[in-house]
């Protein structure tokens, strides 16, 4: 089963996202690319049964300008997929 998180768009500080094939409990984290360290914060879980959907993430204002993606684990902690780098300003 192939997980996939998609990046929708950044607006006023919140990211839109959709994932599939995503179960309960897996973790969707903003990753900076020029270091490649997860950030601690935001961190979102998915709590919805279906395996398909969309999330929002409201960005802190420690996040600073830079290029970004969202990296999504399962619920055992490893890998389950990657979004596109996008730019935050």
Do not use: W
Not at 4 to 14: A, D, G, K
């Amino acid at each position: 089963m192939n997980s996939v998180i998609n990046f929708v768009e950044l607006e006023n500080c919140v990211i839109s996202a959709t994932y599939r094939n995503l179960m309960v409990k897996a973790k969707v984290t903003l990753v900076d690319k020029s270091s490649g360290e997860q950030l601690p914060d935001p961190v979102v879980t998915i709590t919805s049964p279906a395996p398909n959907g969309s999330l929002r993430i409201r960005l802190p204002d420690s996040v600073k300008p830079g290029i970004y993606c969202l990296k999504a684990l399962n619920g055992h902690g490893e890998y389950a997929a990657q979004s596109v780098d996008f730019q935050i300003d």
